[in-house]
């Protein structure tokens, strides 16, 4: 068929022909199979009434996901990379798991980070109650068994959260689960690096960004701090901190801890890999927890009722 004649087809014309056929059943295919991989879970917010009432009485597992909406992450990272990194383990369980995922909570309980721009909740009895109330808010209507994802470290952000799970778990009867940052980047992950030590906005953490949001990372600010290296106690927990203040004991001129220079986005990839791992092998045993009695997972109701 001449070239005139080919570019003179309508969509119709196109529609009869065998290539395009062809084209719009492979597309079909694809999107098809995107579709029930994204059937696996379900967001919460995104559900009409009826539907989270059903998907709550019959998911085994609610993740109530936590993650700074704004928090200091040196002078390179943007302060969103918690909640990016939130995002990214949330969407992978909807994918691939049968969770239902409540509406993340942004703001939290950051000492370390008082003295820096932020969405910080400063009073931690404040951060705890909240966090209670949403999640008997969840048990309320029918909640079986329930995640903290805690995109901070569990002896920080994790420990005004791991009261509340103690407490939903003792009143309510409800199993309960709290997965901090630190439960996922195992030596596995750690193993991976190259910088002598880190814990924030470092080799790790930047090369994860770089590989979730590369257009945001600012390499080129990207700094070295090991300022804290050999000045923690070996035994016992001792709170840490980042300071601005020159002559402090953890001044920080950027925010960091750690080496960004040498963070690279296919780390990243391998880094988030190992939690990735590390997230569905948290959720798959927890969702085995044998549940408690219906009677005292009622509890919730009754007191909403007083």
Do not use: C
Not at 57 to 80: I, R, Y
Not at 110 to 115: H, K, Q, S, T
């Amino acid at each position: 068929m001449p070239k005139s004649v080919k570019k003179g087809l309508t969509l119709r014309d196109r529609g009869q022909t065998p290539w395009y056929r062809l084209a719009v059943a492979a597309w079909l295919t694809v999107a098809a199979s995107f579709a029930q991989a994204a059937d696996a879970g379900h967001y919460l917010g995104a559900l009409t009434w009826p539907e989270a009432e059903r998907e709550l009485a019959s998911t085994p597992v609610v993740v109530l996901p936590f993650a700074a909406g704004a928090k200091e992450h040196g002078h390179h990272l943007p302060m969103n990379s918690d909640a990016v990194m939130m995002r990214f383990l949330t969407d992978a369980a909807v994918h691939e798991r049968d969770v239902l995922i409540a509406p993340p909570v942004l703001h939290g309980w950051f000492p370390a980070f008082r003295e820096y721009p932020g969405t910080e909740v400063a009073d931690p009895t404040v951060f705890q109650n909240y966090l209670q109330q949403v999640a008997e808010s969840l048990v309320r209507h029918g909640a079986k068994r329930i995640i903290f994802l805690n995109t901070g470290i569990q002896n920080a952000t994790g420990l005004p959260i791991s009261i509340v799970a103690r407490e939903i778990r003792a009143q309510y009867g409800v199993p309960t689960l709290v997965v901090s940052w630190d439960h996922l980047e195992t030596e596995d992950a750690t193993g991976l690096q190259s910088q002598l030590k880190g814990g924030h906005a470092d080799e790790i953490e930047t090369a994860i960004q770089l590989y979730l949001q590369q257009q945001a990372v600012q390499m080129d600010k990207a700094t070295v701090d090991y300022r804290e290296a050999n000045r923690r106690s070996s035994v016992g927990y001792q709170p840490g901190g980042f300071s601005r203040q020159e002559g402090h004991p953890h001044f920080s001129a950027a925010g960091n801890f750690g080496d960004a220079t040498l963070a690279k986005a296919e780390l990243g990839g391998q880094v988030l890999a190992v939690m990735r791992r590390n997230w569905f092998k948290a959720i798959d045993e927890f969702s085995a927890v044998p549940l408690a009695p219906t009677a005292q997972a009622s509890k919730a109701n009754t007191e909403a009722a007083q």
